[in-house]
């Protein structure tokens, strides 16, 4: 199961506790839920971790509990709609038990991501984190825009100008020099170039062009695409590549804190907000997280993000604990 998917599941798993905590009476919900479940063998997995955390929790309070429902910043209740009663936040045990194992989940979640970001760290040379935008000037001339959660390892040549996009999103402006090519590879992606600007995302994984002409191969297929400026591929679930039209002035927007949509998804939306945001936003149910949105969003401001989305659409954002939004139908 790809990592990707792994961490859809996890997210649907979590939005089905929410739900059938809600309506636990529901046939019609618990025979959806049902569904669900044995539609994937991941999806079995992540409903016994999360379920498995709930159950762990039993009767204990969570602490700080009365806390989360009272905080000045109001995030202790819904945002785009009406304000949750206290007796739910407070007062309903059953709610109280929930957002601990919602809580606890959201803990063992920073604690499985840990690890790999200690590995990620000793990989690379340049690393960003929640809501950090670097810029590197690297010793060619050539300059770098690390997007948040991403990371950069260099290995300079007399021959040739490598680099490896170990995890997220940069921006390459490179310096013109044929002698010594320069080649940025992903996870799934290379792209190789003599002088142009560019991004390469490594988690869609893609590239698009800004200025210039840059040659893009994949591991899963032969051949190279040669992708001018306004213009990006990326690497589709068959291992082909799809081409697109891209506008050179918003080719990595996130540079200047912003993202960009035309004709895209909440969905899209919601994780191209997880680097910028230590907060877990959920969308409740596929249809949703489907649905098309056009819009120019400010990624500094993640929470900014989720109520303009609710404000538009005509959706509810509810903070459900410290760590964790849930964005839904009225």
Do not use: C
Not at 47 to 73: K, M, T
Not at 234 to 262: I, K, T
């Amino acid at each position: 199961m790809a990592e990707q998917d792994v961490a859809r599941a996890d997210a649907e798993a979590l939005e089905w506790l929410l739900a059938l905590h809600e309506e636990p009476e529901s046939a019609e919900l618990v025979a959806r839920f049902e569904a669900w479940r044995v539609g994937h063998p991941g999806r079995a997995r992540a409903w016994e971790e999360a379920s498995g955390v709930y159950a762990v929790i039993g009767d204990v309070p969570p602490a700080h509990a009365e806390r989360w429902a009272s905080r000045p910043d109001g995030r202790g209740r819904a945002v785009g709609g009406a304000r949750r009663p206290r007796r739910h936040a407070v007062q309903d045990p059953g709610r109280r038990r929930l957002v601990a194992a919602l809580a606890a989940s959201a803990a063992a979640l920073v604690v499985a991501v840990l690890a790999p970001g200690a590995i990620v760290r000793l990989q690379s040379d340049y690393v960003t984190g929640v809501g950090e935008v670097r810029q590197v000037r690297l010793e060619d001339g050539s300059l770098v825009s690390l997007a948040p959660e991403s990371a950069l390892a260099v290995d300079y040549s007399a021959g040739q100008r490598d680099l490896r996009l170990v995890r997220g999103r940069a921006w390459f402006d490179v310096r013109h020099d044929p002698s010594r090519p320069f080649t940025v590879a992903s996870r799934e992606v290379d792209a190789r170039v003599l002088g142009t600007a560019f991004e390469v995302d490594a988690e869609s994984p893609g590239v698009t062009v800004q200025r210039g002409l840059v040659g893009v191969t994949s591991r899963r297929v032969k051949g190279m695409e040669r992708v001018p400026a306004g213009q990006g591929v990326m690497l589709g679930r068959d291992g082909r590549f799809l081409r697109a039209p891209a506008d050179p002035n918003a080719v990595a927007a996130w540079r200047h804190g912003q993202m960009l949509v035309e004709n895209g998804t909440i969905g899209e939306v919601v994780r191209a907000l997880g680097p910028w945001t230590r907060d877990i936003v959920l969308v409740r149910g596929q249809a949703l997280s489907e649905r098309r949105v056009t819009g120019v969003y400010n990624l500094r401001d993640p929470e900014a993000v989720t109520s303009a989305l609710a404000q538009a659409y005509d959706l509810k954002v509810a903070r459900v604990t410290p760590w964790i939004l849930v964005i839904s139908e009225r």
